[in-house]
């Protein structure tokens, strides 16, 4: 069951870009989400995952957040999870990962959370 992810850019607010995530976070997609964050990370400090459409996440994918939330940091920035679905919610849950993470129901609540200053929206 290879299921693909994809990626996309949803809002960019100064120094903070949203990406959609959808599908299978796992063992065969993982680096999907670690190549684009990585990517983001150059040009942003701060990275709004919004996760409503992942469905399914295994152990690689929560590693790779958590690695991505390192690079986030040492970039001066945030890794901010987004509406992760209810067996995503319980992995963070269960491991304790959520903890670590600022999570946010809706993409409205994590901009009103993490304001940007600069530049309007230009999804």
């Given at each position: 069951?290879?299921t693909?992810?994809?990626?996309e850019v949803a809002?960019?607010?100064?120094?903070?870009?949203a990406?959609?995530?959808?599908?299978d976070?796992?063992?065969?997609?993982?680096?999907?989400?670690?190549r684009?964050v990585?990517?983001?990370l150059?040009d942003?400090?701060?990275?709004?995952?919004?996760l409503?459409?992942?469905?399914?996440?295994?152990?690689?994918?929560?590693?790779t957040?958590?690695?991505l939330?390192?690079r986030?940091?040492?970039?001066g920035?945030?890794?901010?999870?987004?509406?992760?679905?209810?067996?995503m919610?319980?992995?963070?849950?269960?491991?304790?990962?959520?903890?670590v993470?600022?999570?946010?129901?809706s993409?409205?609540?994590?901009?009103?959370?993490?304001?940007?200053?600069?530049?309007?929206?230009?999804?």
């Open positions: 069951m290879n693909l992810l994809h990626v809002d960019t607010r100064g120094q903070t870009r990406l959609t995530v959808a599908g976070l796992d063992l065969d997609t993982a680096w999907v989400l670690e684009t990585d990517e983001v150059n942003h400090r701060t990275v709004l995952l919004d409503t459409a992942v469905t399914f996440c295994d152990s690689s994918g929560l590693n957040l958590i690695r939330r390192r986030a940091q040492d970039v920035g945030q890794l901010v999870l987004v509406a992760p679905p209810p067996q919610m319980r992995l963070l849950t269960i491991t304790g990962a959520g903890n993470f600022p999570i946010h129901g993409l409205t609540e994590a901009w009103q959370a993490h304001p940007a200053s600069g530049t309007p929206p230009t999804a």
